[in-house]
């Protein structure tokens, strides 16, 4: 169930904060696949026995108060390490308090069930980890899949029923793009608008975090949650208000032919909804692109700085492999090329609000459905091939700053998910909720 319709059925007394927690423990407990690196059990049940108590006598504390949650081992959890996934800080001293963002949720009342992993440092789009493992994709029991990045075990504690929800972050598509994979939905807030303090920096010029979850509602709950913030503006927007451009240029480029196909059924079904669907070139997105093959990434340069002792010194035989090459990558940039990005994304940012005028982007959130993990371990060449086109269309609206929504829409090879990416201008998350809230139904086809 979606996290705001468990938080109904508590109210309703359907079911109870301490039983759930409790089922979602013996799940996690159970599981073979590596999701969870830190399980808070005590600190779970403690906080759902008071958040059972709270709804019991008509007081809860917020819209999702007693909905057990999961953390990527990026935030700090008081009393826990803070890895990022990495063997260099396996061992790393606990931390001394809550992020701003976790003790927000503690104070809604939701219940910490743990930390679950991630790529390396948040550095990869596919997720694959030699240090803790990987989690598997579950949607294939057949062949192993990749779970996305860089927040793969967020995904993967919602999609194999771990969790009612978890948080991750995204600096490239680390939301967005295991969601897709894991047919979630995924929200990519805009820079600033939620609290980063107290987690473990990628780039801190594009780090942002957002929720996974099995709703678009479940993020309007959770954007509330985190911002620590006890109502929202955020109202449902009618669809015969909502005009969608459909960028002709390098997001649908070299598409699967089922994500293409969903893409299009996804459009159509909002046109018969009532909204307006504009094709047209969007030349700052394609300039992104350009831009990076060019100069490198701002993700890049800004990795090198906070990885810098590691990379270039004993350690980095203890760090992945093709994490390294990537930061080694933004070590090779020169200023020029880091001014030269930041000047290009200033003015690509205002052209592109110019050009939208508060309508949406829409575009695939990942050219493919999850890869096979085997030739992926097997091939790093093929594994930075595979990781760039992964991040390819979701990259471009972290370098543009554009909030975004992956909703899932549709199966392709083997059964796998795909997904569609709503956006917006920067700083319009509230109307991207909005209207995701509509949309949502018709882009998944269900309207």
């Known amino acids: 169930m979606p996290a705001m319709a468990i938080a109904q059925a508590f109210a309703a007394g359907q079911a109870s904060p301490v039983a759930l927690s409790e089922f979602y423990l013996s799940r996690i407990e159970a599981q073979t696949s590596p999701v969870f690196l830190a ?57 001394a308090a809550d992020a701003p963002i976790a003790a927000h949720a503690a104070a809604a009342g939701m219940v910490c ?49 771990l969790a009612a929800c978890a948080i991750g972050t995204d600096t490239g598509g680390s939301v967005r793009v295991p969601a897709a994979f894991n047919g979630l939905v995924g929200y990519k807030s805009s820079e600033g608008r939620i609290d980063k303090r107290g987690v473990f920096a990628l780039s801190r010029s594009l780090d942002t975090v957002g929720p996974l979850a099995r709703s678009v509602a479940d993020c309007v709950g959770l954007d509330i949650v985190l911002r620590g913030a006890v109502a929202t503006p955020i109202c449902r927007r009618a669809l015969s208000g909502l005009t969608v451009v459909v960028a002709n240029g390098i997001v649908c480029a070299d598409l699967e032919p089922a994500v293409a196909e969903n893409f299009e059924a996804s459009l159509r079904r909002l046109e018969q909804g009532g909204a307006k669907i504009v094709t047209a070139p969007l030349k700052p997105l394609d300039e992104a692109a350009r831009l990076a093959a060019e100069f490198g990434t701002i993700t890049a340069a800004e990795a090198y700085v906070e990885h810098r002792d ?61 890869p096979a993990i085997a030739p992926l371990e097997a ?25 975004g929504l992956a909703v899932p829409n549709g199966t392709g090879t083997a059964g796998m998910p795909t997904s569609f990416l709503l956006a917006a201008n920067g700083g319009e998350d509230e109307r991207l909720l909005g209207f995701g809230l509509a949309a949502e139904a018709a882009i998944r086809g269900e309207a």
């Open 113 to 161: 069930l743990g930390k679950v992993n991630l790529s390396e440092f948040a550095y990869s789009g596919l997720g694959l980890n030699p240090h803790f493992g990987t989690p598997i994709n579950p949607h294939d029991p057949q062949t192993p899949r990749v779970p996305g990045g860089s927040s793969s075990g967020s995904a993967v504690a919602v999609a194999a029923g």
């Open 39 to 95: 399980i808070t059990r005590q600190r779970a049940l403690a906080e759902a026995a008071a958040a059972e108590q709270r709804i019991g006598a008509g007081t809860p504390a917020s819209c999702l108060d007693g909905v057990p949650i999961a953390w990527k081992d990026l935030i700090d959890l008081a009393g826990e390490p803070t890895t990022a996934a990495s063997a260099l800080y396996r061992h790393a001293p606990p931390a």
């Open 310 to 370: 590691q990379v270039d010194g004993p350690d980095v035989t203890r760090i992945d492999r093709r994490v390294v090459a990537r930061i080694k990558g933004g070590a090779a940039m020169r200023a020029a090329d880091l001014i030269t990005l930041q000047r290009a994304r200033a003015q690509g940012i205002a052209a592109l609000r110019r050009q939208l005028d508060g309508a949406l982007v829409a575009m695939p959130t990942t050219p493919h459905v999850a």
């Open 379 to 403: 091939d790093d060449a093929l594994f930075h091939r595979v990781n760039l086109k992964t991040l390819r269309n979701t990259a471009i609206g972290n370098f543009l700053n554009l909030p």
